[in-house]
T-cell receptor, first 117, second 112 residues
Framework: AQTVTQSQPEMSVQEAETVTLSCTYDTSESDYYLFWYKQPPSRQMILVIRQEAYKQQNATENRFSVNFQKAAKSFSLKISDSQLGDAAMYFCAYRSLFTGGGNKLTFGTGTQLKVEL | EADIYQTPRYLVIGTGKKITLECSQTMGHDKMYWYQQDPGMELHLIHYSYGVNSTEKGDLSSESTVSRIRTEHFPLTLESARPSHTSQYLC???????????FGPGTRLTVL
């Protein structure tokens, strides 16, 4: 079974600065997807960014980018020019391509990001 | 935000009551999911569906049941609620052509 580990329960960043959230995972599969989801307080969980394991190029979405290190099984999220609206719980998630279970997502325990003025 | 809805958003009930948490999506997605999330914790899959008349249990054992009679609707039912059922329940959906799951706003359930 796959596992996802987020070792930083909380992180803080100053507005306009850059922060990196860590995620590691364990799998024996060669092809899979990785995701970062954002869950603001009392609001809907939304997708921030996704990465296909077969792609060597790191995904980017505006101020959000990932550092995907397949051999190290590491998938960190970098947020540049942090804004107050970035404050949220961030979840790293893994999805296998080949196993059953409805292609479910396996989530990490989350990192609470605080953005300070 | 995605077109996936959950009602009620908040529910406080007494032990032994029967409850149904509603989830609807207007995107025509065939795959739907229910996750349970305790405060400050990760999400655990409790039920999923590949399509109409398809329901499967997830990783986390749950006393709840689900049904999928219509594509857009995936309700979750607890026949007799207990305090151990207190949690947040998140519904999600996706089409088979994409890997992205879209989440509803969640139902925060408290059983007294």
């Amino acid at each position: 079974a796959q596992t996802v580990t987020q070792s930083q329960p909380e992180m803080s960043v100053q507005e306009a600065e850059t922060v990196t959230l860590s995620c590691t995972y364990d799998t024996s599969e060669s092809d899979y997807y990785l995701f970062w989801y954002k869950q603001p307080p009392s609001r809907q969980m939304i997708l921030v960014i996704r990465q296909e394991a077969y792609k060597q190029q790191n995904a980017t979405e505006n101020r959000f980018s990932v550092n995907f290190q397949k051999a190290a099984k590491s998938f960190s999220l970098k947020i540049s020019d942090s804004q107050l609206g970035d404050a949220a719980m961030y979840f790293c998630a893994y999805r296998s391509l080949f196993t059953g279970g409805g292609n479910k997502l396996t989530f990490g325990t989350g990192t609470q990001l605080k953005v300070e003025l | 935000e995605a077109d996936i809805y959950q009602t009620p958003r908040y529910l406080v009930i007494g032990t032994g009551k029967k409850i149904t948490l509603e989830c609807s999506q207007t995107m025509g997605h065939d795959k739907m999911y229910w996750y349970q999330q305790d405060p400050g914790m990760e999400l655990h899959l409790i039920h999923y569906s590949y399509g109409v008349n398809s329901t499967e249990k997830g990783d986390l054992s749950s006393e709840s049941t689900v049904s999928r009679i219509r594509t857009e609707h995936f309700p979750l039912t607890l026949e007799s609620a207990r305090p151990s059922h207190t949690s947040q329940y998140l519904c999600a959906s996706r089409t088979g052509f994409t890997d992205t799951q879209y989440f509803g706003p969640g139902t925060r359930l408290t059983v007294l």
